[in-house]
């Protein structure tokens, strides 16, 4: 009598196949453990067709651009698959981390199912503090900022050098015992106070000749240009006339004049009725030569601590 019992309890709850497709994740959550930054690893994902009708996968979503999946179209009734994922950490990361897989598919019950790879992260180099550098400092006042480098495999004094695309930020590499220290210039007594610039750092890792990141300066106090870098990727040395942007001007002041110490560009200054910002339009009147140029903007206001706003405009010029 038990048996018969337990025999109908099994047909009665029992695992009846969905009429339509029906997907089954069957890894659902993946863990690496500790692994290098500079390393690419693949994983896969094992699914399976639990359905009467096929299976359509739609899409694989991921939550960073660091995961590349590709998957199978789709699977017939009973079959299985697996969906490979391709990991290549960003460089620079550090300690515990979470991406997650969104898998789309036709199933009616549950069109969606989500998947997480979690590692913990170690990069070749690490900063302290840590990199990309943002930091806040009152407008017209210099402040130095010191990063100390340290390599994850022993290697004594692992940066070499630093260069950064705006002459505001200059970096000095020192040495102290096994790490390197790497002092970064933010802001200058007649700086804009808001900028955002990038640095290549070189090393000394076969594995990582460079690390590229950014300096983030945000001004506490009075005006600021933004951008306060303006960057011109391709501009014809032939081509006089040329609009390389548009600098906006904030904060209590009143603009006075815009002066460059190359004659090639000028700024028009544009008041807005409607606010207290100021629209400065930066010209190409002619003049240059095939390569990388370097301009400074001195934008002079009627404020008491920053009288003078310098904006370095960076411009490769062509043929």
Known sequence: MKRLTLGVALTLCGCQQPSGPSLALLNPAIDLGTINTEGSYRVQLNIENRGAKPLSILEVETSCGCTTPSFPKSLAPG??????????PLLMLSGPRT????????????????AS????????????????????????????VT???????????????VEANDPRTPGKVSRDGTSSLLTLSLGG???????NVKLRIGTKLKSVPFIETRVFGQAQQGPSASPALLEVHNLSARSSGTRLGTLSISGAAK????????????GTIEH??????????????????????????????????????????VVKVSE
């Not at 991406?99 to 989500?114: A, F, G, K, M």
């Not at 004049?257 to 090639?264: E, T």
């Open 117 to 144: 790879l979690t590692s913990i992260l170690r990069p070749p180099i690490t900063f302290d503090p840590p990199i990309p550098v943002k930091v806040s400092f009152q407008p017209g006042r210099a402040k130095k």
């Open 79 to 88: 079959r299985k698959g697996t969906i490979t994922v391709d990991y290549q």
């Open 147 to 161: 990063l100390r480098a340290t390599s994850r495999d022993g290697v004594n004094a692992p940066i070499t050098s």
């Open 255 to 266: 603009v006075l004049s815009v002066d460059s110490a190359d004659p090639a560009i000028q």
């Open 99 to 114: 991406e997650r897989l969104t898998i789309l598919s036709n199933d009616p019950s549950q069109p969606s199912v989500t």
């Open 272 to 313: 807005d009725k409607n606010s207290s910002r100021t629209w400065i339009l930066i010209k190409y009147v002619g003049g240059w030569k095939p390569g990388k140029r370097t301009a400074m903007l001195k934008i002079r206001t009627n404020h008491p601590q920053l009288p003078t706003i310098e904006t370095p405009v």
């Open 189 to 195: 007594a007649k700086s804009a106070g808001n900028y």
